[in-house]
């Protein structure tokens, strides 16, 4: 036998004791041993270099699966037809018509990640846009205030293009806490559907598609909340899809069907009634836990001679999240009694969801300090969002000086002239100078 055959057996016999070797139990001790085994082959072959390729190749994807993982709906009380009915009654009026239609077919969709307006959500003007604003106010507030890891990029721009996975996790975040403060953080509801429909035809209730299928989950801890809505937040995202509506729906279970009308402080109010990108009442009960149209601070006592005073409920507390409203009257004045009151006006952080003359959208500063530091608050930028995709850039200053053209007596003069936005943002700063960069968007 040739020398070059007897070589080629002592390999084949080389590889047989290696072989021999990793079914006994060598390589438990982790792919550290593998790679020096390879280094070691005479033939510079690794006879390990599949396992190791196959172990890349399952890691990537699932990491990938992670985000489109769509884990089935399992458990909860099925939904009665007499909460059905009453679900349908508290928000459209009726339960034995159709729906808005919107209402069944607006998800909470993002805008494209890691670009400009990534920590945006999209959807077209509708009903739905007061709830949808809510919601990105406290995506905003997460991505901007929320405590970031080693590594989340510290500059503002960069925190306003999320990743995918951040956009994720400020939307689950979002929907936890508004819930859980509606629920007093201690309990709360959350609704998802299911293929089976728990309520059939009848005379007391219309079916919709969504709420007859609705199965309802209670929770006691935030974290429990915080991981089911993320083990399940493809629902709330998909488009077409329900998630604006399940997200309503769970905000009047953890708050009570009875307690949302008491505070609408009228038994034939409904929270669709008379507006066209949803009633004021939906952003009160998202950001302060009660649905209440009152916007001043506290509770004020209404009545005459005739009647006695009743009580009308305002904003109890400060929000983390405010409301500015402005919508001009007939006769060109503001309506002082729909204004909101300091709790609304002055947030712990410096974002406002804005309702100008019936359009809704956010405003808001990166500066956490905004609203504690009278300084910052003298000259600052803000930003404007809309759903629609609309986005400005403005700076506010407070600054009075009689010399500049921008002084308080000018300020009061221009200001039948100036745009609905800008009207807006005096109800908070009362004739401070607005300089827009580029130009200045209708509301």
Avoid at 140 to 150: A, P
Avoid at 181 to 206: A, N, T, W
Avoid at 233 to 249: H, T
């Amino acid at each position: 036998m040739s020398s070059r055959a007897l070589a080629g057996l002592s390999r084949v016999s080389w590889y047989s004791a290696m072989l021999m070797s990793t079914e006994s139990g060598e390589t438990s001790k982790g792919p550290k041993n593998s790679e020096k085994h390879n280094q070691d082959s005479p033939s510079g072959v690794s006879s390990h270099r599949t396992t190791k390729k196959d172990k890349e190749r399952v890691i990537y994807p699932r990491n990938a699966r992670v985000m489109s993982q769509r884990n089935p709906v399992i458990g909860g009380t099925p939904i009665t037809e007499e909460l059905a009915a009453e679900l349908r009654q508290v928000v459209f009026g009726c339960s034995v018509s159709a729906p808005k239609h919107e209402w069944l077919r607006t998800g909470l969709v993002f805008r494209d990640s890691d670009q400009e307006l990534g920590y945006g959500l999209k959807s077209p003007r509708n009903g739905t846009r007061g709830l949808l604003s809510v919601v990105q106010g406290h995506i905003i507030k997460h991505l901007l205030f929320e405590k970031r890891g080693k590594d989340q990029h510290p500059r503002p721009d960069m925190m306003l293009k999320p990743s995918r996975i951040r956009q994720i996790e400020a939307l689950w975040t979002a929907i936890a806490d508004i819930l859980w403060r509606i629920g007093e953080k201690s309990k709360c509801s959350v609704v998802l559907p299911q293929d089976l429909v728990h309520v059939p035809h009848s005379h007391k209730y219309l079916q919709d598609g969504i709420t007859e299928k609705l199965n309802i989950f209670e929770f006691t801890d935030l974290e429990d909340l915080q991981i089911f809505i993320k083990r399940h937040i493809y629902i709330f995202e998909d488009d077409p899809g329900p998630g604006a509506l399940l997200v309503l729906y769970s905000a009047i279970l953890t708050r009570g069907t009875h307690k949302v009308k008491t505070d609408m402080d009228n038994e034939k109010a409904f929270l669709m009634a008379g507006a066209e990108e949803g009633s004021h009442c939906i952003v009160t009960l998202l950001l302060t836990g009660r649905a209440t149209p009152y916007l001043h601070n506290g509770v004020v006592y209404v009545g005459d001679e005739d009647h006695y005073a009743m009580p009308q409920f305002g904003i109890l507390s400060r929000s983390e999240v405010g409301f500015l409203v402005w919508d001009e009257c007939p006769d060109g004045k503001v309506e002082e009694s729909r204004q909101p009151g300091s709790r609304l006006k002055t947030p712990s952080l410096p974002v406002w969801v804005s309702l100008c003359a019936g359009h809704y959208g956010v405003l808001f500063n990166t500066n956490r300090e905004l609203l504690r530091n009278y300084h910052a608050e003298r000259r600052f930028d803000l930003h404007y969002y809309t759903c629609g995709g609309s986005h400005s850039l403005l700076t506010v200053d407070t600054r009075y000086n009689e010399d500049e053209v921008c002084g308080k007596q000018a300020g009061r003069e221009d200001f039948s002239t100036a745009p609905p936005l800008e009207k807006l943002i005096h109800t908070k700063w009362e004739d401070a100078h607005v300089r827009w960069t580029g130009q200045a968007p209708v509301a």
